[in-house]
């Protein structure tokens, strides 16, 4: 999976700032946690969520602005992030058994990469909102077409090893950076 995809400039370094990690562990973890954080855009989770309800929701968080209030010189509003993974995964369960996995494969700090996946969530869907540019169902446009290409692929939701494809689906789909 190419980062570059989800993660909008910077991500990185806010995320070895905020949480006191190396850029490779950063780098790792990320990489660990964005298959299951796609994974619940694409409702492979216990409460699916749809792509115009999600998209609703990241508009009346920040849209765009998301990704100021990680990678801005003020504190991370984490609670905002935590709101998304609410919706993304439906429990705090799930966004600790995430981490769980997640730090099987990566041998990160499960505590670590807890901390990490609200402000994944943030980036990514800031990011979305940016890449959607603001059109009028342009974000609901951009959520469904990343469901789509998921579930036109089998999903890859989960771990880290499933994740193979997915960086190619949504560059297609996001045209890049």
Known sequence: MNLADLLPEGSLDALTQQLGIS???AERGAQALLPSLIGGING???A???PAGLAAQVQALGGSGL???V???NPTDTGLGN???GSLFGSKDVSRE???QASQATGLDPAILKKMLPILAM???GHLAKRSGGQQGGLESILGSIAGALAGSGGSSGSAASAGGLGGILGSILGGR
């Open 23 to 25: 850029r490779e562990d």
């Open 44 to 46: 492979k989770t216990a």
């Open 48 to 50: 699916p969520v749809e």
């Open 67 to 69: 990704i100021d209030n």
């Open 71 to 73: 990678v801005g010189s």
């Open 83 to 85: 709101q998304l993974l």
């Open 98 to 100: 995430v981490a769980g």
């Open 123 to 125: 980036l990514i869907a």
